[in-house]
């Protein structure tokens, strides 16, 4: 299955579908079955709206964090390394992905810089 065409509302081909759907209507497909040798019209409808706000203070998992390790630490360290973090000299603290420090339960060592 192809999909050579994406139309918007208004734009030719979608004039019908307009008239029938009105607002409702987002957008229309053109699919192509090359073994079937069919094609088909499909139609997305737009059945809800709400607002919605993105979560700002969600962090991505590969963004680089900073964590403390004391160095005493000779073991937490070793597993830090392990995991893809570095050692930032000049601010002497690892950094490493969020989502290695979420998954090692260092969230409580994470220093906002």
């Given amino acids: 299955m192809r999909t050579l065409k994406k139309l918007i509302p208004g734009q030719p081909g979608t004039k019908k579908l307009v008239k029938e759907y009105g607002d409702k209507l987002f957008c229309v497909r053109y699919r192509y079955y090359s073994q079937q040798q069919r094609k088909i019209k499909t139609v997305e409808l737009i059945v809800e709206e709400g607002i919605w706000e993105p979560n700002l203070r969600k962090i991505p998992g590969n963004k680089l964090v900073h964590v403390r390790i004391d160095y ?19 601010k002497k603290l690892w950094g490493m992905p969020y989502k290695e420090v979420i998954q090692l339960k260092l969230k409580d060592r994470m220093i906002n810089s």
């Avoid at 070793?78 to 570095?86: D, H, L, M, T």
Wanted: hydrophobic share 30%; net charge positive.
């Fill in 72 to 90: 005493k630490e000779a073991y937490l360290r070793k597993v830090v390394k392990g995991a893809g973090g570095r050692w930032d000299g000049e």
